[in-house]
């Protein structure tokens, strides 16, 4: 294996945008609204969404952005990449195990040799592109 692409996947639950009241006024929102003073909960209005089916999986788009970062330039770097979403690793579990600690932050990038890049603003372009210009073996 020559490159791991650590993410972080999670049921893919619309948000629940509720219609609530405070005072007289009527408002849709997601969990909390501007009041004079601050934010505040309100009294909640409908329903709460279905759960999602276990196989409703998403990854956020930001997590999307960089997997299709990654992916195009480890196809222009002619290297192979592995994606592998920590929440539901599978047959991966092993890597997740071996590579991936409580102070990691994804997603996350690995390469032989152990070098990391981290956190979604270092998967431009140009940063994944020279974090690429030096394999150091295969991982396993």
């Known amino acids: 294996m020559d490159l791991i692409l650590f993410v972080s996947g999670s049921p893919s639950i619309e948000p629940d945008i509720r219609t609530v009241q405070y005072g007289s006024v009527t408002q849709r929102f997601f ?3 501007a009041v004079p003073g601050g934010w ?3 009294r ?3 329903r709460d ?3 999602a089916a276990p196989d409703d999986w998403r990854l956020p788009p930001d997590a999307v952005m960089c997997v299709e970062v990654v992916e195009t330039e480890a196809r222009r770097a002619h290297r192979q990449v592995r994606v592998v979403d920590v929440n ?3 047959d991966d579990r092993p890597l997740v195990e071996r590579w991936i600690t409580p102070s ?3 997603p996350l990038l690995l390469e032989p040799g152990g070098r ?3 956190g979604v603003e270092n998967f431009e372009a140009a940063k994944v ?3 690429l210009r030096s394999p150091s073996g295969p991982l396993g």
């Open 116 to 118: 990391r890049l981290e």
């Open 104 to 106: 990691d932050v994804l």
């Open 88 to 90: 539901r690793p599978g």
């Open 44 to 46: 909640r209005v409908g």
């Open 49 to 51: 969404p279905p759960a």
């Open 40 to 42: 505040s909960q309100a």
């Open 31 to 33: 969990g909390a609204m």
């Open 129 to 131: 592109r020279a974090f």
